[in-house]
């Protein structure tokens, strides 16, 4: 029991660590623009398969710097010549738009790179297990995303809280219009947080592509759970979208490993159903088998409770 | 007076052109996309009263057209059991009773804010039902849904609806009747209020009205117009399955009614419209119609915020002024070369896409390894692209012109 | 260069084959086949692949030789259902609106169920206007048992089928002592499970069942959990009906983990799938399906093949029994020399057809369910003459059962139309 304890808390550790990498530039976007950026995971997706052509000639370190940084020049752009023209016709406007975006970005990828799974392989050099436990490996490679996720995190933290660039988009994100009447550039604050925050999706996709699969529905997968860490986390707060990576990361991990279910539940209560009682199926399931929608669950809860989520300070 | 039967004839028309549509297109298919027509109008409209009228973006309607015509595919399988006895020309209200059940339920939660609240609730709720209709595979049949008969209820005047040419025509008066209620709803105090809720609640809290109470109002109103195009659905295919709630239908009807223009009662109707013809035409000529889907739909955004019906209603002032005929020309001179440019685009595309060596495209036949055929068609794309530019200015100047009161030119 | 209205290389080289075979076939108007499978989308690899094939076929095996029924052509029309139940409803109906008659449809059996539910209730209210469902692929035995119809042929194996050979073989192995079974959360994924159960149980009752886990189809990120649940469990082999992303995902987890254990599949090959496994999958990825893939039985298969790959030389025959179908619907068609879906069923049943593998197969005219020998292969890299996703690797086949040991019994009561 213990092994599959360590473990699920591991899985769930790496998959909120790269869960955040998602959530923090959608964070910001979220919250300086009042845009749900739809096609975030999409640049996601993105980043995974420039990685993937990128390692064909060059290798999958070249492809850890350059794609990423291809993604966050392509985001800046779509900021540039679309959102920002779309954003004088109100949110809806803008929120349909980066839908419209989403929708194109996963189209481009199937034309470009075709529809079939891309076989986009960690490097060699971490392609060892970094240690056993109870007989199951722990792969350096995903030792690696732990470091990559958490050294991310780490800088972001410290340049949002002790640089001057990072106190000027903090002051942003609560207060725009000061912010323009105090000389700054918003537009190109605008930009260049979009940029950021893409790019850094495009990262956890270089990192995420050769252990989830790359393929072109890798980002629909991943997209609205993003949503939900964001507001579960509390709008414009980068600690509570940590917080919330890390609970949905782990929540889904150990219901997958737990092996209760209504069943148990039911035993406990002494009360018993016939097997063709008409709501069968609720008396028969599990908690792995709902492990993936336990997040909407929660999401829908919070917000009834906690309109603000958890460590949010305004509503809209 | 002439208002009102101006507006009467507008409804007879529209009623006729509902009923005469099959005389004019009467093969299976454009019975089959009229069918889908009738039920993504209701559809749209409904979520239009959400979006358009109330203010409240929803990512999770489909719930309630999914909800409901999950009710009329067992309703269906009830009467073909024998076990209740009505004429299945009431399906479509039996799933918007239950929409409506829905939306009282869901709506009593979800309303009490606007905004990113209400989106994101509607997005959880919405990806919670369609998760759990994959679980709870008694009631929602699993990935293949589940499936009933629609000949099984007592006879319509003679009428069995075996065919989908007699669906079409209770479908036509369905629709009818939920555009004409639809219609009616926004004339009354609450569809009226929706929109000062929409515009700025708190003004609307001061006058007395509560808008919580306003937006629920306004969201069971559309969670039963769901319900109903739900149960059009069941009747038409006599199956409905998971993904007829989950967000992907959810998304398509933000689409519609955003393609259409949300600020407009017939917005959704012409999004409906467009975007059905677009489904179930384009995909026959190409594998890559979403991407073509995509960006168009992008343009949309970018260049039309207000929709298709936003574009008509853009020229009501020249048609007013009798101004429209000068725009005609400039049109033209844009349009045209505009067209070849989404053409060799378009031919760009698919020759780099295709599979063969040769690419047979409007009685031409390109050859995807020669680089004359490239340079050809590119010449003509970035020719064509110019000459739309260049016109740009001349349809900006005439636009203008057919738009200004003649004494206004001057200041 | 440009040519205004006329034809290049292949085309004309095309029309010239047609022209010299046959001079009526110029008249004759074609036989259309419609082809329904997911074209566009997520799923679109596997059925832009089929249609290659069925094109393939078409022209190969008969356009090239004077067509049939005395010289027409055959027409492969594309319909894209997207792999989705409501879409097949909308192809469905252009597909009668243009006069297609014969539906070639496989990928998913959900599909499979609601096109069969349809054209049974659209063929009872149509008398005349039939219309024939060709399933290729889809697997659920419901197809063929509880749910089965006159209008409905499979020319595939179905899952329990396919499981009792993979057993069979699975309980040889005397070194598997514990089974894991993972699945996607619906009616296959079930299918599978259940029936492996059970019939493990029956053949090595000694193998414990460690584990019998579903995971909802194409939402999950990362398979890594759930191999967690499989490592601590101490199996020794995992049995999976996962196809497509699901497929690739759950083994290159299970790979990660440092778990070496034969992992038996039905989809596990093809279509990217083979080139990502690549070295990882190698000698532990099994696969059950009709048809062996390496070493080839005949020369005829062997120049098919060769002929496909210079044709297409991205994709590759991963489904052999598209072939097998369509040779034996014109067979039918022959035989009946007829176009008329009820003539051609009539003449389906029970018949008995040789395979370019040279091997002869039978369509069972009590279900309309074919028989043919199964095969359990390896994902490897050695003795491949032809691989996969051009990646060196392909599938050799280790363990065969012919056909007359795969029968079973079936519950199917058919209606059967009058005429």
Redesign the interface.
């Known amino acids: 029991m213990l092994e599959v304890f360590i473990f699920a808390t591991l899985n769930g550790l790496v998959t909120g660590l790269l869960l955040f990498m998602l959530a923090s530039g959608l964070t910001l976007i979220f919250s300086m623009m009042g845009v749900?950026n739809f096609a975030h995971a999409s640049f996601y997706m993105l980043g995974a398969y420039f990685a993937y052509s990128i390692s064909l000639t060059m290798g999958f370190w070249l492809g850890l710097i350059f794609a990423p940084l291809i993604v966050g020049v392509l985001g800046a752009m779509v900021e540039r010549y679309?959102l920002r023209?779309?954003h004088?016709?109100g949110h809806?406007?803008e929120?349909?738009?980066t839908?419209?975006?989403a929708?194109?970005i996963e189209?481009?990828i199937?034309?470009f790179w075709g529809p079939a799974t891309k076989n986009y392989r960690s490097p060699d050099i971490l392609d060892f297990p970094l240690f056993t436990l109870f007989g199951q490996e722990f792969s350096a490679y995903r030792g690696f995303m732990i470091f990559i996720s958490m050294a991310i995190f780490i800088v972001l933290f410290r340049v949002l809280t002790h640089s001057r660039i990072g106190i000027i988009i903090q002051a942003a994100i609560t207060h725009p219009h000061t912010v323009a009447n105090l000389g700054h550039n918003v537009p190109l604050i605008f930009m260049g947080v979009f940029g950021v925050g893409t790019a850094l999706a495009g990262l956890a996709g270089v990192i995420a592509g050769p252990v989830l699969t790359t393929f072109p529905g890798m980002a629909a997968v991943l997209g609205?759970i993003v949503?939900?860490i964001v507001?579960i986390g509390g709008?414009g707060s980068l600690a509570g979208a940590f917080i919330a990576s890390l609970l949905i990361g782990l929540l889904q991990s150990y219901a997958i490993a737990s092996s209760v279910g209504m069943p148990d539940l039911l035993d406990l209560l002494g009360v018993s159903f016939e097997a063709d009682h008409?709501l069968?199926?609720?008396w028969t399931?599990t908690l792995p088998?709902?492990a993936?929608?336990l997040p909407?669950?929660l999401?829908?809860l919070v917000?009834?409770f906690r309109?603000t989520g958890l460590l949010g300070k305004r509503?809209? | 007076m002439m208002a009102s039967i101006a507006k009467l004839s507008l409804w007879a028309g529209y009623l006729l052109v509902l009923l005469a549509l099959p005389q004019f297109f009467d093969?299976?298919?454009?019975?089959?996309i009229f069918n889908?027509m009738a039920i993504a109008i209701i559809f749209a409209l409904s979520y239009n009263m959400l979006?358009g009228q109330g203010g409240m973006?929803s990512f999770g309607h489909a719930v309630y057209f999914g909800l409901g015509g999950f009710l009329a595919v067992h309703t269906l399988i009830l009467i073909e059991n024998g076990s209740v006895y009505f004429s299945i020309i009431f399906i479509p209200l039996v799933g918007g009773i239950f929409g409506l059940l829905a939306a009282i339920f869901i709506g009593s939660?979800s309303t009490r804010?606007a905004?990113?609240?209400f989106?994101?609730?509607s997005?959880?709720?919405g990806?919670?039902i369609a998760?759990?209709s994959?679980?709870?595979?008694?009631?929602f049949g699993?990935?293949?849904?589940v499936?009933g008969?629609r000949?099984f209820g007592p006879l319509f005047f003679g009428v069995d609806f075996?065919?989908?040419l007699e669906i079409y025509y209770l479908a036509a008066i369905w629709v009818f009747i939920a555009t004409v209620f639809m219609y009616l709803f926004t004339q009354t105090p609450a569809g009226r209020m929706a929109n000062a809720v929409r515009d700025n609640p708190e003004r609307a809290e001061f006058i007395g009205y509560s808008a919580r109470r306003v937006r629920f109002i306004s969201f069971c109103a559309s969670g039963l117009f769901a319900g109903i195009a739900g149960g059009l659905f069941a009747l038409n295919?006599?199956?409905i399955?998971e993904?007829?709630l989950n967000?992907a239908t959810s998304?398509r009807v933000?689409?519609m009614a955003?393609i259409g223009g949300?600020g407009y009662f017939i917005g959704p109707i012409i999004g409906a419209v467009v975007l059905t013809l677009m489904n179930?035409l384009l995909?026959?000529y190409s594998?890559?119609?979403?991407?073509y889907?995509?960006?168009l739909?992008?343009l949309t955004?970018?260049f039309l915020?207000r929709g298709f019906a936003g574009l008509i209603m853009m020229h009501q002032v020249a048609w007013l002024r009798g101004t429209l005929r000068r725009l005609a020309l400039p049109y033209l001179i844009t349009g045209i070369p505009a067209f070849i440019f989404i053409l060799a685009s378009i031919a760009m595309?698919e020759l780099s896409?295709t599979?063969?060596?040769?690419f047979h495209y409007l009685?031409?036949?390109?050859?995807r390894g020669?680089s004359?055929?490239w340079m050809?068609i590119g010449g003509i794309a970035i020719a064509a692209f110019l000459a739309t530019r260049k016109s740009l200015q001349q349809l900006k100047d005439a636009w203008e012109d057919a738009n200004t009161l003649p004494g206004d030119e001057d200041s | 260069?440009?040519?205004?209205?006329?034809?290049?290389?292949?085309?004309s080289l095309l029309i010239c084959t047609l022209l010299c075979l046959g001079n009526i076939s110029q008249a004759q108007e074609p036989v259309r086949i419609a082809f329904m499978d997911p074209?566009?989308?997520t799923f679109?690899s596997i059925g832009?692949s089929g249609l290659?094939q069925i094109q393939f076929a078409a022209d190969y095996l008969f356009n090239s030789r004077g067509g049939i029924l005395g010289g027409r052509m055959i027409e492969i029309v594309p319909l894209?259902n997207k792999q989705?139940?409501?879409e097949t409803?909308?192809q469905f109906?252009?597909a009668?609106?243009?006069g297609l008659q014969i539906i070639f449809q496989g990928n998913?059996?959900?599909v499979a169920?609601?096109l069969s539910?349809?054209i049974s209730?659209f063929n009872r209210?149509n008398p005349g206007k039939e219309v024939l469902q060709i399933n290729y692929s889809a697997v659920d035995p419901i197809l063929t048992e509880d749910n089965c119809s006159f209008w409905h042929f499979r020319f595939d194996a179905h899952a329990v089928m396919k499981l009792n050979v993979l057993t069979d073989y699975i309980a040889m192995n005397k070194d598997i002592k514990s089974m894991y079974i993972i699945g996607q959360?619906?009616?296959f994924g079930h299918v599978v499970a259940d029936t492996a159960i059970r019939l493990l149980n029956e053949k090595r009752p000694d193998i414990e069942i460690v584990g019998s886990e579903f995971h909802?189809?194409g939402?999950v990120k990362d398979f890594t959990p759930y191999v967690t649940k499989i490592v601590s469990s101490g199996a020794d082999a995992v049995i999976t009906g996962n196809y497509g992303a699901d497929m690739v995902s759950l083994a290159r987890s299970i790979i990660d983990s440092g778990l070496d254990i034969p992992i038996y599949t039905f989809y596990a090959a093809y279509d990217g799938i083979t080139a990502t496994l690549g070295i990882d999958g190698k000698d532990r990825i099994h696969l059950i399906h009709n048809e062996t893939s390496n070493p080839i039985p005949t020369e005829r298969r062997k120049e098919y093949i060769r002929a496909f790959k210079a044709r297409?030389p991205n994709n590759d025959v991963t489904q052999p029994r598209l072939a097998n179908a369509l040779s034996m619907v014109v067979a039918a068609m022959e035989k009946a020399s007829s176009t008329d879906p009820y003539d051609i069923a009539i003449a389906l049943e029970d018949m008995r057809f040789t395979t370019l593998g040279g091997e002869e197969i039978w369509m069972r005219g009590e279900d309309h369910q074919i028989f043919q020998s199964l095969h359990v292969s390896v994902h490897t890299d050695e003795g491949i003459e032809f691989d996969a996703d051009n990646s060196g690797f392909g599938l050799r086949s280790i363990y065969h059962v012919p056909a007359e040991e795969t029968i079973v019994e079936t519950s199917c009561q058919m209606r059967r139309p009058r005429r």
């Open positions: 749900l679309g023209r779309v004088k016709s809806v406007a929120l349909v738009f839908f419209g975006a929708f194109l189209e481009s199937q034309f609205s949503f939900v507001v709008l008409p069968n199926d609720l399931v088998q709902i993936p929608i909407f669950l999401l829908v917000l009834i309109p509503e809209e | 093969s299976i298919l454009s019975i089959s889908q979006l973006l939660f804010k905004g990113t609240v989106a994101m609730i997005l959880g709720i990806e919670l998760a759990s994959l679980i709870f595979v008694s009631f699993g990935e293949a849904g499936s008969d000949t075996a065919q989908d295919y006599e199956f399955t993904e007829n967000a998304g933000l689409l955003y949300l179930s995909s026959n594998e890559l119609w979403l991407l889907l995509g960006v739909f992008l955004v970018m915020p595309i896409h599979d063969g060596e040769v009685g031409v036949s390109l050859e020669s004359i055929d050809l | 260069m440009i040519k205004i209205k006329l034809f290049s290389k292949f085309n074209l566009s989308g679109a832009t290659k894209d989705s139940p409501t409803q909308l109906r252009r009668v609106s243009e998913s059996s959900a169920n609601t539910t349809t209730r209210r959360d619906y009616s909802p189809i939402q297409n």
